[in-house]
């Protein structure tokens, strides 16, 4: 069985394509990863699949010079595609969203080749929308997805949010150990996603400062890039415990030392902290359609997880919260406690056998 997997060049579409590779290998005669051009520097670790880079581009409804010549890229890109399949013939098609896949996903249909999309958050973007009309299968991360997409729902499969196999929980010592952290003390860990939130960073960053007690206290901040200097400062200055890192692939580590998180709410941040089991405060990106909000309340809405709006994100906000978190113990552990209500599946696992079905 030959299978071509295309994906945009975010983290959020690219690791769970990565997972899906990975699950494939030992069944699947030929693997090809399909990337925009654009991925190229990200040093993509597939040592089991062929990788091939194409033209890709975001477009919007305006007439400008960027979006004409993005135009033109996203045709050659969909030529390059065609010719991939042509040469390729796979026998599945598989996409993970973004305007990347539309051309790959229609050649497939336009050829009688079997196709699969999956779609990581709750709300389905625009290409996935689309596709779903076209696609053999459907599958979601959540079952909340459903709703949101106009096609039977004999095509759609549930299957979850394939992860990064690594992501395992650690012995607490062993986790507290790699970042020097001492057993007694509250670990808070703090993300703004793969691209980083200067908003979000300069938040924390005074909310932590404005605490009474920050000797009990110690925080993984992933800053992103171009935060990370003006950080670096900000925190040497302080008597404080932290682990600051531009980016942080060792994620395993910092989920299973983790009492709080706070962070975006991403898909794969929510698959993430329902497979840890972490208690959250969620400041949902607040464009791309409200993708981030509706992912961030199926852990609200089950007790799991506080939501502070962008736009309502304050000092004074962010640390009524760490107060109410830091002064009830069982506050927390209700929280967690909260996640039981979910399953999580080995949505790797899952999503290759609805591939491989379709053979």
Known sequence: ?????????????????????????????????????????????????????????????????RNIAGAC?????AWEGMLIILKFRPDVVVGFGSLNT?????????????????????????????????ADRVAVSFSQTN???NISAKKIA????????????????????????????????????????????SVCFEAIT????????????????RDYPRLKSKYGSLDLSCGLFEFFPAMQYAYSVADLVICRSGAATISELQKFRIPAILIPYPFAYGHQEANARILADAGAALII????????????????????????EAMRQAYAQFSVPDASCLLAKEVLSLN
């Open 1 to 65: 069985m030959r299978v071509l997997v295309v994906s945009g060049s975010s983290g959020g579409h690219i690791f769970p394509a990565l997972a899906l590779v990975d699950a494939l290998k030992d069944s699947c005669a030929d693997l090809l990863l399909v990337l925009p051009k654009r991925s190229k520097d990200n040093n993509i670790p597939v040592g089991f699949a062929q990788i091939k880079y194409i033209h890709a581009a975001a477009l919007s409804f305006n007439l400008s010079g």
């Open 73 to 77: 890229s996203f045709l050659l890109g």
């Open 102 to 134: 539309v051309a790959l996903i229609f050649w497939a249909w336009l050829f009688r080749i079997k196709t699969i999309i999956h779609e990581q958050n709750v709300i389905p973007g625009r290409a996935n929308r689309l596709l779903a009309k076209l």
């Open 147 to 149: 709703k949101y997409l």
């Open 158 to 201: 549930v299957t979850g949010n394939p992860l990064r196999k690594d992501l395992i929980l650690i012995d607490r010592k062993q986790a507290l150990d790699f970042f020097k952290f001492k057993e007694g003390k509250f670990n808070i860990l703090i993300t703004g996603g793969s691209q980083g939130s200067v908003k979000l960073n």
């Open 210 to 225: 404005a605490y009474p007690k920050k000797d009990g206290l110690q925080l993984i901040h992933i800053s992103g890039t």
């Open 309 to 332: 709006k962008d736009e309502e994100l304050s000092v004074e906000k962010l640390s009524d919260k760490l107060n109410v978190f830091l002064a009830d113990p069982e506050k927390l």
